[in-house]
């Protein structure tokens, strides 16, 4: 199998001769700053040649939200429907 870049460029070459069950599978993780984007692998076969696009995109890490509530009265009781109010969400990554 070989996997090429967005640019054509080859990035990694794997071998196997072991199928399991009759299928190769192909496990490979690409760097963070890797570039995303449709990519190319490439997996000979004998002498057949198979291609597929593949996605590579980045994953975003979770990220947590912070709210922040200030009302204009001390306690705030069930009953009470209207009152003034402001709110801030924020966003951070871990």
């Not at 496990?27 to 040649?49: E, L, S, Y």
């Not at 994953?59 to 939200?65: I, L, Y």
């Amino acid at each position: 199998m070989e996997l090429y870049s967005r640019t054509g460029q080859l990035y990694k070459r794997l071998v196997q001769t072991n199928a399991e069950d009759g299928f190769n599978v192909f496990r490979t993780p690409t760097d963070a700053a890797a570039p995303t984007g449709n990519w190319n692998c490439k997996v000979k076969i004998g002498g057949a040649v198979f291609e597929k696009k593949l996605k590579i995109e980045t994953v975003m890490p979770n990220r947590a939200t912070q709210l922040q509530l200030s009302t204009n009265k001390a306690k705030l009781l069930q009953e009470d429907s209207k009152f003034k109010k402001r709110m801030e969400i924020s966003s951070y990554s871990h």
